[in-house]
């Protein structure tokens, strides 16, 4: 294996905000309730602002501060590497790279966002953050980060996962945080949830909704979260900003970006950076491939339309490819690539033909991940096995035509909480999950009537 | 957080190894039975020619390898950090360094020698290696390796680990490695045990004899050890060799060496290259603090004599500190840590007094851990926490003096497995154990007849 190691000082300085550089304007968020274009005034009492600034940013660059770069010394800058054992395991002419954000404490990308949000928050006074968690990855990004600003953090988590997955909740009150099983009898809409159904398993947009009614309820309380925004899609640039100047170290420049989706930010983070040589007419020919699962397929089966981020409708109207707020993901192993809708940005270069998608079934998924672990020794989250899966396609295509073809993947995060899903897949045990199209046209029945982009 | 970090071509190209530089020459090894000085060609059935001769080498430095150099590439050379959030924590004048070895694919220190192992016995024509493995960091690093070179890998776990412990077998199993419960039905070791008790939770000792057992019953295989002996150590000390390196750049050189001991090569691999500049009279005023259990106190309180490496004295006679190979721990999580003797190179030295030895309770270890989770970030091995808290200890005796004192301490490996021993500390259930003195001289009791040193 070969690394493209940056040094200290070569850490980025800038996030780079793709709004300004779109084909066309973002479609403007909708107020949930009127409709009405949203104001960001209406996000105050839920996120810091100098957050709520970075959403809604003309600017092309925007600074890192010291304290988060501070911070992302810790992991960062991350490895590039080549893959060239695996790349000899397929006999493929393409070279293989991938990008490793699993190096950061908290295991995977989230933490890139974790700090300067909670630095933010941190900055503006707010002494704690709510937020929700599903697998875990995010509170426990989230919860790293409190800990380094001092910021309590209040973290509900899916209760299915929160019963089935307790090393990553022991993971989050290592670092300080509270975390409650979803739904809770803390919020008004947790008791009305077991009101119905005292047995209730929870689901993101449950504790969503808990979470944003902790932080609405308390003066020094905020909201944050995990993907799909545009704040959040900023500080992920900072993966894709070293990703290309690791590139000019190996003297080399990627034919096609591939990452997995689930919010799309670890996709866009990746990928804008690369994606802003092709806009600018530097690199038209790069592609771009977002990798989903068949279990929850918002790019390649879902509608572009407004939609909630929340199940419970409380979120602002985002403009995205989605297949319903009300959709509820087969328990697929790839926990963070159950969000039923995308970010809106990524959604908007998808729709204009700059980025492909492709969806997987998990037993390819896992295979995949197998055999990265025997040529190239880590064992990745399934959800950058996502990435990986694309990523041998398209190495199997170049060997097909014997074609040179210069690949780069996301590889998001580390599979080490994920054991029980390699298990279950080397006993042949895992199953494979395509919606039936009765169940998507269900969901996409229920899209609030904002309309269809 | 300040990391210093090494390109892939200053990544050593030598190990060092002490033999010819130790104050004294190192009492020969015993024949387990004749009590006869070993010969190398003893070894001839259970390790592959290549190892033995680096075991008995005088040579100071022997080549690394090209195709193993290639491996250590994946995550060498590992980072040098300074934890400067801890010093401010600490308020103490004190600079604190650690070297992390987390970052390999197996999550610790151990694959820096199960790849040249493997490799050297897959140059060889070895199909297959065994071995045992306690609590799994052993048994997944040997597995990984085994991938790579394509040797099969057969490890005999600790049964109530096996059960207890899921995610390393996990682990094992993702790299294509077969793992059995031990006592097991396969060797006439496990038939005996298990025919006395089919309920027996095993131990490394019985494991141990499995694996050898199996191994010379197999003409195409050979068995792997993963700590103690010299050429274990040899390996190791690329850790200690980066350090070296890592320091020049940062411009400091340590005052005292810390490292946490079960076998004493993850201390060694570390330490060895820095005693090497004591011993030669560059550096004479450098300390070296070996960091152990109370539960397992082979440095402070176990007698210095011969005795055997396994619990069933199959193993060679080996010159060093011991609790006495019938020692049975107490279940402390770090399982690293378990082993009633040490690496003879490292008893040497601290029976000439240049290693000083502390125990720890593992209370005060799982404190420092999280304090350390909560500063920098990472959640470590309750192993390396140890090694963390004589960092401190040493880092709060500068504060108390008012003195500069720069101390490197070892970083051995993360604690993404051991999150129910966070867990057990977090809710106030974890146990102290300090050894009884009757239990202590029981076992010395039992020590062989070969005698003290």
Chains 1, 2 share one sequence.
Not at 261 to 272: D, E, I, R
Not at 297 to 307: F, I, K, W
Request: net charge negative; with cysteine.
């Amino acid at each position: 294996m070969k690394k493209f190691i940056l040094t200290e000082d070569e850490l980025p300085r800038q996030w780079y905000n793709i709004l300004p550089d779109l084909p066309a304007p973002l479609p403007p968020y909708l107020h949930p309730v009127t409709y009405e274009p949203l104001r960001p005034e209406d996000l105050a009492a839920l996120l810091p602002q100098a957050v709520i600034e970075q959403e809604f940013s003309p600017e092309r660059w925007i600074d890192i501060p010291e304290q988060v770069r501070d911070i992302y010394r810790m992991w960062r800058p991350s490895p590039l590497c080549r893959a060239d054992r695996l790349e000899k395991a397929l006999d493929t002419p393409a070279k293989i790279y991938f990008k490793f954000e699993g190096v950061s404490p908290a295991g995977s990308h989230k933490p890139n966002t974790a700090i300067p949000q909670v630095y933010y928050n941190a900055r503006e006074g707010v002494r704690r953050v709510t937020t929700e968690t599903g697998a875990g990855q995010w509170g426990s990004a989230l919860s790293f980060a409190g800990s380094l600003f001092d910021v309590a953090v209040t973290v509900y988590m899916v209760r299915a996962s929160y019963e089935q997955k307790p090393y990553r909740r022991s993971l989050m009150h290592t670092w300080g945080a509270e975390v409650f099983a979803s739904p809770s009898e803390r919020t008004q809409a947790g008791r009305d949830i077991l009101a119905k159904d005292a047995e209730s398993p929870g689901s993101l947009g449950i504790a969503i909704s808990e979470a944003v009614e902790d932080a609405l309820a308390h003066d020094d309380t905020r909201f944050a979260l995990g993907s799909a925004m545009n704040h959040v899609v900023l500080h992920q640039t900072v993966i894709g900003l070293e990703a290309r100047r690791q590139f000019e170290l190996a003297g080399d420049y990627p034919d096609v970006v591939i990452g997995c989706v689930g919010g799309g930010s670890n996709f866009s983070g990746l990928a804008f950076p690369f994606m802003a040589d092709r806009l600018s007419g530097e690199r038209p020919g790069t592609r771009f491939v977002a990798a989903e699962p068949t279990a929850c397929p918002t790019l390649t089966r879902g509608a572009y339309a407004y939609d909630y981020p929340d199940a419970a409708g409380l979120g602002p109207l985002l403009p995205m490819r989605t297949v319903g707020h009300g959709f509820m993901p087969a328990p697929i192993h790839a926990g963070g690539l159950r969000f039923h809708g995308d970010a809106p940005t990524m959604c908007a270069l998808h729709d204009k033909g700059y980025i492909e998608a492709r969806a997987y079934e998990q037993t390819e998924v896992f295979a995949e991940a197998v055999r990265f672990a025997r040529h190239e020794g880590f064992v990745i989250a399934p959800e950058s096995a996502h990435a990986l899966r694309g990523a041998v396609q398209e190495a199997l295509a170049a060997k097909e035509t014997g074609e040179e073809r210069t690949i780069l993947f996301g590889l998001s995060g580390h599979g080490h909480f994920d054991l029980a899903a390699y298990d279950s897949y080397l006993a042949g045990k895992l199953e494979d999950y395509t919606i039936p199209q009765s169940q998507l046209e269900a969901a996409l029945s229920e899209l609030p009537k904002a309309g269809r982009l």
